[in-house]
């Protein structure tokens, strides 16, 4: 079956939250950088990143269905944190360069 894109949105619910996180919130983060990567390693997200400034972060999972894609965001340390707004959208890349930004 052919994979479906499925865009994952975070928003801090405070203003400069990279700059003040607290010891517990930089353990989120910790745990959530580790479900990400495994993630990416098996192939289950296209790509992912985050603003600069700290105002949001995104995932592109890729999936079969919405309730695959809702079962890999709900097993987000980060989502189960609730320590930021989330949000999970049906998506379609419009383009994409095949480039090395690492």
Do not use: W
């Amino acid at each position: 079956m052919e994979k479906k894109q499925f865009l994952a949105t975070a928003k801090p619910r405070t203003e400069n939250f990279l700059q003040n996180m607290s010891e517990e919130e930089k353990a989120v983060f910790d745990k959530h950088f580790v479900y990400v990567n495994q993630m990416f390693s098996e192939g289950k997200i296209l790509f992912s990143g985050a603003c600069l400034d700290g105002t949001m972060g995104i995932i592109c999972y890729l999936a079969e269905s919405y309730e695959d894609a809702l079962e890999m965001f709900k097993n987000d340390p980060l989502v189960q944190s609730d320590i930021g707004e989330t949000q999970l959208h049906p998506f379609k890349t419009g383009h994409l360069q095949n480039i090395d930004i690492s």
